[in-house]
């Protein structure tokens, strides 16, 4: 009787868990927005939670028996995993910016005059994601190429990824930048987020303005000192690229 009730109680917990999880995903994207400043890392601990759900499922249907605890997945995240979760995420930061010109996409109606994403000519593709719509479907470019996805400017997605690539090209100027971002993603007003992210590159700044020489021991002195206390401002304002 005790171990029925256990049991009992432990199937109701691991209910409100699954509850939890399936209700507060989205509450979870947030949260991770807030916490972290790479989406790399983002992507990951989600995968990581959507495979730990994954696993207690497979618990679940098998009873909580030992044999559905063998089949839990323990290895590194695979290419499959990790691109689910960015549809889920891509799709998630969509869904709050663009919900209008979704709903207008669904019903094949005309998007609204003041949308961004009109001359974009939009569609949603199998996944659920919003991309760039024109005439380059017979071209012999990569699908992603063709129709990139669509991100807006105002979230935290796009910056992350804007710096994410330019410290992959090895802190590429805003034309090769566009160019390289333009492959997978379209960023509304990039141009414009591109050029103020790179304005905060604390390492491209330190090139762009080089060390002040002077001659005179008192004044190379003062020089070095508001040199680095204003390096110290902008550590505070910027972001940094050393990671
Ligand atoms: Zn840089």
């Known amino acids: 009787m005790r171990l029925q009730m256990c049991g009992v109680k ?6 409100s868990i699954f509850n939890l999880f399936t209700h507060t995903l989205n509450d979870v994207i947030h949260d991770l927005f807030e916490h972290y400043s790479s989406i790399t890392k983002i992507i ?9 759900i994954k696993n207690c499922k497979k618990i679940k249907s098998s009873q909580g028996s030992l044999i559905g605890s063998s089949h839990s997945n323990t290895t590194p995240l695979t290419f499959s995993e990790t ?11 969509q ?22 994403l009109r001359s974009l000519h939009p569609f949603i593709e199998e996944h659920g994601l919003v991309r760039v719509g024109g005439r380059l479907q017979n071209s012999q470019l ?18 992350l990824l804007i710096k994410e690539q330019h410290i992959a090209h090895l802190h590429a100027g805003p034309t090769l930048l566009a160019h390289v971002l333009r492959q997978s993603h379209w960023i509304v007003g990039g141009r414009t987020l591109i050029n103020k992210c ?13 060390p002040l ?7 190379a002195k003062t020089s070095c000192y508001a040199r680095e206390t204003f390096l110290q401002l902008r550590y505070r304002l910027c972001w940094s690229c050393t990671d």
């Open 198 to 210: 790179i304005r905060k590159c604390l390492k491209c700044n330190n090139l762009k303005y080089p």
């Open 44 to 52: 990951r601990i989600l995968a990581y939670c959507q495979r730990f």
């Open 83 to 93: 691109k689910t979760t960015e549809v889920t995420i891509i799709r998630w930061v």
């Open 10 to 15: 432990a199937e109701q917990k691991s209910d």
């Open 142 to 159: 990569r699908f992603n190429s063709k129709h990139p996805i669509i991100l807006p400017s105002q979230h935290t997605i796009s910056e």
């Open 213 to 219: 020489h002077t001659t005179d021991g008192q004044s």
């Open 95 to 116: 869904g709050i910016h663009f919900q209008e010109e979704i709903k207008n996409i669904k019903k094949q109606t005309f998007l609204p005059p003041k949308s961004a």
